[in-house]
């Protein structure tokens, strides 16, 4: 189904680039984050994390990509496609109505650079006036209708509403009880090299080794200190005093060279402004 989209595409918009192809869906966030694409296509079912649970997660990020949904699902099942930000195919999806798509697809893209040069950037790839609370709505509807079950683990919550028992004041978080093996160890923050997300856990890197924490790393970002911690990838959060350096690698990737890690890490496109002056 993928070599016979990326044929049709070919067609439709020769001018197009496809600059990866994922096998499952936590490949696909992976490479996403990696080529920080502007147009994603997501088929709704998928090995490890479905697609719409992989567009909930794109949904969180500060510039999402465009999302197109291929289906095999009928009309009904995904007749709210036609007034939301995102767009879909049927399968086999006919080369007019991959057409349209591309069409809607070339406007969008047009709007949002003709908004950058002039100095406004759209926040949200969205269309009309649609936004990401709306199509995090359109999502839970979606997994009800094709009975996708946690489609929409990932999917942003709104915050609660501050009252004076949950108040704390920024950057409050100065230790993590993180497991050690076997052992609890109590972990002074500014011990930290750099966190990276996992599947159900988040590594806590240290000089000394690796320690696991349940806390999901979206939530660690609101206790760190954005000065004192940089997110360099959708995954990975980063100690400012502990960057060395970075460098590019052979893929043109920029990748940051830690201090008392041999590891490098990448930086996704997304976060790259982040070491210009560097």
Do not use: C
């Not at 995904?78 to 697809?105: C, G, I, M, W």
């Not at 108040?167 to 993590?176: E, H």
């Not at 206790?223 to 100690?239: C, G, P, Y």
Request: proline share 6%.
């Amino acid at each position: 189904m993928r070599d016979h989209l990326q044929i049709q595409l070919a067609s439709a918009w020769p001018e197009l680039r496809i600059v990866a192809k994922a096998a499952n869906g936590l490949d696909a966030l992976r490479l996403i984050d990696e080529e920080a694409p502007d147009v994603v296509f997501l088929d709704i079912r998928m090995p490890g994390m479905t697609g719409l649970d992989v567009a909930a997660r794109l949904m969180s990020g500060e510039r999402p990509p465009r999302v197109v949904f291929v289906t095999a699902y009928d009309q009904y099942a995904v007749e709210a496609f036609d007034h939301s930000a995102v767009d879909y195919l049927l399968k086999p999806a006919s080369q007019e109505r991959l057409n349209k798509t591309v069409a809607k697809l070339k406007a969008a893209l047009h709007a949002q650079q003709t908004g950058e040069r002039a100095g406004t950037m759209a926040p949200v790839p969205v269309s009309g006036d649609a936004s990401a609370v709306a199509l995090q709505a359109l999502l839970q509807q979606l997994a009800g209708q094709l009975g996708v079950q946690g489609a929409i683990q990932g999917a942003p919550t709104p915050a609660p509403a501050p009252t004076s028992t949950v108040a704390q004041p920024a950057a409050s978080l100065q230790w993590i009880r993180a497991a050690h093996g076997d052992e609890t160890r109590l972990i002074p923050v500014e011990d930290v090299i750099y966190f990276q997300s996992n599947d159900k856990y988040t590594s806590v890197f240290l000089a000394d080794g690796e320690s696991l924490i349940r806390t999901p790393l979206s939530k660690l970002r609101e206790q760190l200190d954005e000065h004192q911690f940089w997110q360099i990838h959708r995954s990975v959060i980063v100690a400012a005093r502990h960057v060395a350096g970075t460098r590019q690698d052979f893929r043109g990737r920029l990748m940051v060279q830690l201090k008392g890690r041999p590891e490098q890490l990448v930086v996704s496109r997304n976060y790259v402004d982040l070491f210009r002056q560097m």
